[in-house]
């Protein structure tokens, strides 16, 4: 047990450095090009592995979803995610993926697990502009060396999710509680996300909230704009406020992850006065604690935009009274 709760310690303390495990997993082969390519996802968002149980399937539900299997008394919708990417697996679908994504908690089914690797932000690598797969969100250099043909396909599971179930996800913004936010006129939020559905939704919802927001798909992206923003305010003598009213970051990006620029943000004497929300699918204790460690001033859960409007009012309205110290949502990580 003491063993197995320093696994959970020291992957958790990952996120210190911008470092984190990666499942390595195979889906058979391509339909298109008849390859078998590897597929990850972040061990964080996995609950377990179970070799394929038994389960059942509801009169009327469709491809890709299987069914439902009882996991130590959950009742949890299984996935083909072979299905899902495109793939024909030559063994069969013989292990189920149980995770966990924004309070949700489903089961995908795969043809075999290969490993665990221990990989650093900066060789994961966005992919919109180089893959054409909707779900692939990025691609995983799985050594350090730059021409390296040893990769990973990371699945925008969020994407997947909506698609499968979109009534639980609502990207239309409707009946939003949105107060009257104090924010300076020109000032923009920051927005950093990867996984476009994700993005959407919060681009939709800021609209909404008629908060103004700059959105980039990496963390690197967004820290770089901070850099421009702050040279500017310094040059027309304002505080850095002037310029940005909050920063919203998801926690998993490519080439820098949402702890890293948040704990960039927050050590910063100039940068610290931000606002920074983290708005994330991984939840439980350990990323509790590591929000709390780089001294981010909210969390919420994806896909909850009544809940993401009430952290913003809670954060801004903490930060025009200068109160010091990190703020978590009045709905606690769960």
């Known amino acids: 047990m003491d063993n197995f709760q320093k696994d959970i310690d020291d992957r958790a303390n990952l996120t210190l450095s911008n470092r984190f495990e990666l499942l390595l997993f195979r889906l058979g082969t391509s339909m298109n090009d008849n390859k078998s390519e ?5 061990v964080f968002k996995l609950r377990e592995i179970v070799p ?23 009742v949890i919708p299984v996935i083909d995610l072979a299905a899902v990417a495109g ?29 665990i690797m221990r ?6 690598h966005a992919a919109e502009t180089a893959v054409s797969g909707r779900y692939i969100t990025s ?5 350090e060396k730059t021409d390296t043909n040893d990769l990973a396909m990371v699945l925008d599971v969020e994407q997947i999710l909506y698609d499968i179930t979109p009534a639980n996800h609502d990207l239309h913004a409707n009946n939003l509680n ?8 020109g000032a923009v939020a ?6 476009k559905v994700a993005r959407s939704m919060l681009e939709k919802g800021l609209q909404a909230m008629e908060i103004p927001a700059l959105m980039h798909i990496t963390g690197k992206e967004a820290w770089e704009k901070i850099g421009v923003l702050a040279a500017q305010a310094q040059a027309e003598g304002v505080p850095i406020t002037d310029k940005i009213a909050l920063v919203l970051t998801d926690l998993e990006m490519p080439e820098m992850d949402g702890f890293t620029l948040t704990r960039k943000i927050k050590t910063d004497e100039i940068l610290k006065a931000i606002p920074v929300v983290i ?32 952290v913003i009012e809670e954060v801004l309205e903490r930060a025009t009274k200068q109160i010091d110290g990190p703020l978590i949502s009045r709905k606690q990580l769960a």
């Open 38 to 42: 590897l597929f990850g996802i972040n």
């Open 52 to 74: 394929m149980p038994t389960f059942t399937k509801p009169a009327g539900m469709k491809s890709p979803l299987m069914g439902m299997v009882n996991i130590r008394d959950q």
């Open 87 to 115: 793939c024909k697996p030559a063994t069969g679908l013989n292990i189920l993926l149980i995770t966990e994504y924004a309070r949700s908690v489903q089961a995908f089914a795969v043809e075999s697990v290969e490993n």
């Open 119 to 124: 990989l650093d932000w900066k060789q994961v």
């Open 139 to 143: 691609i995983a250099c799985l050594d």
């Open 178 to 185: 949105t107060p009257k936010f104090n924010i300076k006129p």
């Open 190 to 195: 920051i927005v950093a996300e990867d996984s």
């Open 279 to 310: 708005h994330s699918s991984l939840s439980g204790n350990a990323n509790e604690d590591h929000i709390r460690k780089v001294k981010a001033d909210g969390y919420v859960a994806k896909f909850e935009l009544n809940e993401l409007s009430s």
